[in-house]
């Protein structure tokens, strides 16, 4: 064989054990591709793609198209999908550490919330996650939740009195929405547009990004601007990925599940700015400025169980990062 020939011939092998190297993972979501959690998953995976030249890329499955939050992070724990980014609404079940952050009235704000997951706080309980056979890469963001309901408007906390809401399956939000009169009815994401549309319950509630990409409008008459709880989002990978991966490939993935939850966000703020509008376009009434102090009020009772549960100085610890 001449030295050409030779050449190419290895160029050629080397070809195929660079395409027999590539490993496609499943990542998964609750709403659309173009949605928040669409930006923030394609972010990520578009930064891992180039940052491994092609050995890692992603095939996106949305809209729950492999289940709901509770099975995408199961099968990420078993290992049966790769990648999923979701709220930390089924979270605490997997994680309990996890659950102090589901409660309302938490957080101020966006700036306050994003400071304290990106802190010392947040990053100590990504690594609680690994105990549980789950690595959480970066903090990404579902958004304060607000309500919605077919029946009339809330203005202030006695107004949601004996409505019935689908929560999400998650105790400190159904604890704390109770404070507030409502029948908490827990049900995966996938069935809320139908349960709806059927009048199974009067109404729910999420972020802004959520309600506009999953049409909600269609099925619901009245939005409040409640911003009762903040809803975080984590992008987490199966270990039996993570284990696999050297160490500059694992730096590629937490720099990349950085850029993912950095658009993930821009793209709720952007929501939060322009999809009110839209929301008011498409039928729905929209009460913008709600006593939130009678719901603060109403839901102090639940904060002394809190207190018991997760330690009044973890609370305290949390509400006075500046
Ligand atoms: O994470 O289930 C919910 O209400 C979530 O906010 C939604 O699936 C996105």
């Known amino acids: 064989m001449k030295t050409t020939q030779l050449a190419f011939a290895v160029a050629a092998l080397c070809l195929s054990a660079a395409a027999g190297a590539q490993t496609v993972m499943k990542i998964s979501y609750s709403t659309s591709i173009t949605s928040h959690y669409g930006v923030g998953s394609t972010a990520f995976c578009d930064e891992v793609e180039k940052g491994t030249q092609g050995r890692y890329k992603c095939q996106q499955f949305p809209n729950a198209a492999l289940g709901g939050e509770r099975e995408m992070i199961e099968a990420v724990q078993l290992g049966t999908q790769d990648l999923a980014n979701v709220s930390t609404g089924a979270l605490g ?44 890469l970066a903090w990404t963001e579902n958004g304060f939740r607000h309500m919605t309901n077919s029946k009339r408007a809330i203005n202030q906390a006695s107004d949601a009195n004996g409505l019935k809401m689908r929560t999400m399956e998650n105790k400190v939000h159904m604890e704390g929405y109770k404070t507030f009169g409502i029948l908490p009815t827990p049900m995966a994401w996938p069935e809320v547009f139908t349960a709806l549309q059927q009048g199974t319950v009067d109404g729910q509630e999420n972020p802004i990004p959520v309600i506009l990409s999953a049409k909600l409008s269609q099925v619901q008459k009245h939005l409040s601007l409640t911003n009762h709880v903040y809803s975080p989002a984590v992008l987490i990978v199966a270990p039996n990925i993570w284990n696999k991966l050297n160490d500059a490939d694992k730096k590629v993935f937490s720099e990349a599940a950085k850029k993912g939850a950095a658009a993930q966000r821009k793209k709720v703020n952007d929501d939060e700015a322009n999809g009110i509008a839209e929301l008011k376009k498409d039928g729905m009434q929209v009460v913008e400025q709600v006593n939130g102090e009678s719901f603060r009020k109403a839901v102090a009772p639940a904060y002394a169980q809190y207190a018991k549960e997760f330690g009044a100085d973890k609370i305290a610890a949390i509400q006075n990062v500046k």
């Open 93 to 136: 079940n997997f994680v309990p550490e996890v659950k102090i952050v589901d409660i309302p009235f938490l957080f101020r704000d966006y700036a306050h919330a994003r400071k304290v997951m990106d802190g010392e706080f947040g990053q100590d309980l990504l690594k609680k996650m690994t105990a549980k056979g789950i690595v959480g």
